[in-house]
T-cell receptor, first 112, second 112 residues
Framework: NAGVTQTPKFQVLKTGQSMTLQCAQD?????MSWYRQDPGMGLRLIHY???????DQGEVPNGYNVSRSTTEDFPLRLLSAAPSQTSVYFC???????????FGPGTRLLVL | QQQVKQSPQSLIVQKGGISIINCAYE??????FPWYQQFPGKGPALLIA?????SEKKEGRFTISFNKSAKQFSLHIMDSQPGDSATYFC???????????FGTGTRLTIIP
């Protein structure tokens, strides 16, 4: 199993550009989530999904969209990037609610 | 509003010593308290977790102590080794709820 994979590893965007951060897992996990990590602030939940077709907002959802069309994939979309979205983004998955979450290696995003 | 407060921000411990990281929470509905370990350039990895029906959980050199009345929990690393040097995050959630709330992290450095 590859576990949780994220692409790209690093991305530079200009303000106003859009992009999609990819996340995939091959463990047949129902639950997937996106976090952002900023210095001194820990990890904050952006969006999460409890299964294909079901998504919900986390603590900091503004500026981000998600969809879950398959069990394996959970992409995060930035519609119009802002410098405040410069961060490291982590995707995580779990077998089900309440089970341990496994994190991907992260995507480092710089918005100029 | 920070629901999980973590201290210290950084910690230096000699090899063989005990590393202690503390967390306090506000939301009395939290009933699942995991600790994550993160190495530079990697995603967080679940280290150990506890539920409030026990006051202590030990796995190898890692122990969680939990004080429900004080709404505090701590991670103890016995016989600390240079390989333990990493950033540690405490977190809290309602068990069965997907929304992990993280502390701000502690950078642990073990010196020879």
């Amino acid at each position: 199993n590859a576990g949780v994979t994220q692409t790209p590893k690093f991305q530079v965007l200009k303000t106003g550009q859009s992009m999609t951060l990819q996340c995939a897992q091959d463990m047949n996990h129902e639950y997937m989530s996106w976090y952002r990590q900023d210095p001194g602030m820990g990890l904050r939940l952006i969006h999460y999904s409890v299964g294909a077709g079901i998504t919900d907002q986390g603590e900091v959802p503004n500026g981000y969209n998600v969809s879950r069309s398959t069990t394996e994939d959970f992409p995060l979309r930035l519609l119009s990037a802002a410098p405040s979205q410069t961060s490291v983004y982590f995707c995580a998955s779990a077998l089900a609610s309440g089970r341990p979450q496994y994190f991907g290696p992260g995507t480092r995003l710089l918005v100029l | 509003q920070q629901q999980v407060k973590q201290s210290p921000q950084s910690l230096i411990v000699q090899k063989g010593g005990i590393s202690i990281i503390n967390c306090a929470y506000e939301n009395t509905a939290f009933d699942y308290f995991p600790w994550y370990q993160q190495f530079p350039g990697k995603g967080p990895a679940l280290l150990i977790a506890i539920r409030p029906d026990v006051s202590e959980k030990k796995e190898g050199r890692f122990t969680i102590s939990f004080n429900k009345s004080a709404k505090q929990f701590s991670l103890h690393i016995m016989d600390s080794q240079p390989g333990d040097s990493a950033t540690y995050f405490c977190a809290a959630a309602n068990f069965g709820n997907e929304k992990l709330t993280f502390g701000t992290g502690t950078r642990l450095t073990i010196i020879p």
